[in-house]
């Protein structure tokens, strides 16, 4: 397996701090683990019950979750801060476009010798491609925890209402965006569709994978998304507002819409089903589809989720904060993960073993679109340097003047392009 064989080649400054400390078995008096996660609205009944089943598996062992983080976004920057001022946790779940922030700080154990003790990882379910969601250059800087590729929610009560066909539901944009615009014409309070533009860069880069962009030249010292790609997705975006007339919600405001059976389509993440399940009225009919990819050959999409990280400095805490890894991201913490939330397990033996959640697929078509869509996805991009963040604030903030119709679709692309080349590292 490559990430157990290849050298590593971040040289000797990185080295020093991500190398894994000698591993101290856990004994003794009882250890506490503090762990961070992120997005509690999706993961904080998940968080709670692996920590119990953990706990019941692990005599000895206790895990005491810190305040959860609203966003990945501000994941980082919490951990960035701690960083400097102390005050790590033992494991953060951080999103995988911002695990290349903290390896440049040197902030993350490097896991690989945790995983060649472990012998046969991929017969363990953590196969090469699975270890790569989790990998920065050569440090193998967390496991993936959650993924999750961008699918499209329907209530197929409005569609029905709309001369929509619940069982033939739209497979490209131009259909799709047709469809909201008749439910939209329903009246009655209706709102035709949401596409989750708001929060970060990734249903973005969704419409540009989509279409066979890419978002920085190859040697990322300049933008590439402002070509012909990006201008097709800013103009489908465009469309959308003025053709499928979607509102300018929040997604907050979209996803409560859409549980009360006044919203006809939502297009986010996979990790809503979860939610969308237990939050829906009796006026909605849920369905899922697969993301409609503009370039049948080039298009693709961003895998999204988070990873589980260690940051403890405490050589002696280390195989304590693995065994929690390892539980989390392993085929009974996989299926508690995907069975709360509806994010796309990080385990091959959670995935297909009937044990799990082989059956569970079978049997719960809301959740196959996104495990069919894996063949295409590709990692959600992590820029270079100190301003990933502000980078994320910039495009978003200018598909903001797109959808609120205060900027036309090349005006928007052009002010963005300049925006984040003046972010990125020189």
Known sequence: MTILTRRAALGAALAGTLAAPRILAAQGSPTELVVHYPMPAFFKDVMEKIAEEFAAANPGLSVRYTAPSPSYEDAVQQVLRQGV????????????????????????????????????VAAKGWT????????????????????????????????????GDPDNLPTDWNSLIAL?????????????????????????????????GTMLAADERDVAFNGAEGLASMRLIDRMVKEGRMPAFTVDAALQAFYAGKMGIFSGTTAYIGSMQRSIGRDVDLRTTKMPVIDAE???LPTGGNAAVILTRDAARHEAAWKF??????????????RGTGYVPCNTIAARDDRFLGSFYRENPLFRPAMEQ???????????????????????NNIARVVESNATPEAALGDMANGVRRLLPR
């Open 85 to 120: 001022a102390g005050g790590l946790p033992d494991v953060s779940f951080q999103g995988l476009n911002r695990l290349r922030m903290l390896v440049e700080r040197r902030l993350p154990v490097d896991l690989r010798p945790f995983l060649e003790r472990e012998g046969d």
């Open 128 to 163: 090469p491609n699975l270890l790569g969601l989790g990998q920065v250059r050569e440090v193998q800087a967390g496991m993936g925890f959650a993924s999750s590729n961008p699918i499209v929610y329907y209530n197929a009560n409005l569609v029905r209402r709309a001369g």
């Open 180 to 212: 909201a615009g008749r439910v939209q014409a329903l009246g009655d309070g209706n709102s035709s569709m949401h596409f989750r533009w708001a929060g970060d860069d990734w249903m973005f880069s969704a419409l540009l994978y989509g279409h066979g």
């Open 298 to 300: 080039k298009g693709r």
């Open 325 to 338: 890894v390892t539980f989390a991201t392993g085929p009974r913490g996989q299926e508690l993960m995907t």
């Open 374 to 396: 894996m063949p295409i996805a590709q990692a959600w991009y992590a820029f270079p340097g100190t301003n990933g963040v502000r980078i994320t604030e910039t495009i978003v």
